[in-house]
């Protein structure tokens, strides 16, 4: 079983749809909870961080953590084309350094 | 401000040859790491140096895989031999100490992609 699961997708979804990713975990160790944003030949990029439990928001994008279900989401709002990506969940521990354990990636594509 | 620098960007190799990689990163990340991606997977952690040190390579195959980064600034990642499965993008990224699990989060190159035939 892998660490970290996430379904490979593809999604496919109208413009201005609601987006729901997820991912689900196994160890209860991970404290620091990341989703990623890479585009086609481009290396990922950060695109919301949470520690621990709760939920954050950033303009059209809002995470949540759960941790006693070991799941997190990625919702975006008002979906663009250009939101048209592969989406990585990222995780690590408190006390381990730097190391990032991602999930597969789901590939999100946004259609006009 | 510059992004994380690597090259080449695209490599094509026979099994059993040798291959390097490079990277800069961005000016005062003290941090550089090397990950691997496998087509379809996400990354996965290869080596950590903190400055000129490795703070993790548990992950690296030390028989194959080999990685310096002099002056603790540019970082070279070499494979030899080469094998079918190597086959994937080496992304490398940086950090600022300690803010890789934070808003700031690393910043990848958009990483080598190598296919060995």
């Known amino acids: 079983q892998k660490e970290v699961e996430q379904d490979p997708g593809p999604l496919s979804v109208p413009e201005g749809a609601i987006v729901s990713l997820n991912c689900t975990y196994s160890?209860?160790?991970?404290?620091?909870f990341m989703w990623y944003r890479q585009y086609s030949r481009k290396g990922p990029e950060l695109l919301m961080y949470?520690?621990?439990?709760g939920n954050k928001e950033d303009g059209r994008f809002t995470a949540q953590v759960d941790k006693s279900s070991k799941y997190i989401s990625l919702f975006i709002r008002d979906s663009q084309p250009s939101d048209s990506a592969t989406y990585l969940c990222a995780m690590s521990y408190s006390n381990a350094g730097n190391m990032l354990t991602f999930g597969g990636g789901t590939r999100l594509m946004v259609k006009p | 401000e510059a992004g994380v620098a690597q090259s080449p960007r695209y490599k094509i190799i026979e099994k059993r040859q040798s291959v390097a990689f490079w990277c800069n990163p961005i000016?005062?990340?003290?941090?550089l790491y090397w990950y691997q991606q496998i087509l379809g997977q996400g990354p996965k952690l290869l080596i950590q140096f903190q400055n000129n040190g490795v703070v993790d390579d548990s992950q690296l195959p030390k028989d194959r895989f080999s990685a310096e980064r002099l002056k603790g600034v540019d970082s070279t990642l070499k494979i030899q031999p080469a094998k079918l499965e190597d086959s994937a993008v080496y992304l490398c990224?940086?950090?600022?100490?300690?803010?890789?699990?934070?808003?700031?989060?690393?910043?990848f190159g958009s990483g080598t992609r190598l296919t060995v035939v």
């Open positions: 949470t520690y621990s439990s």
């Open positions: 000016s005062g990340h003290a941090t």
């Open positions: 160890n209860s160790a991970f404290q620091y």
């Open positions: 990224a940086s950090s600022l100490v300690g803010t890789a699990n934070s808003n700031y989060g690393y910043t």
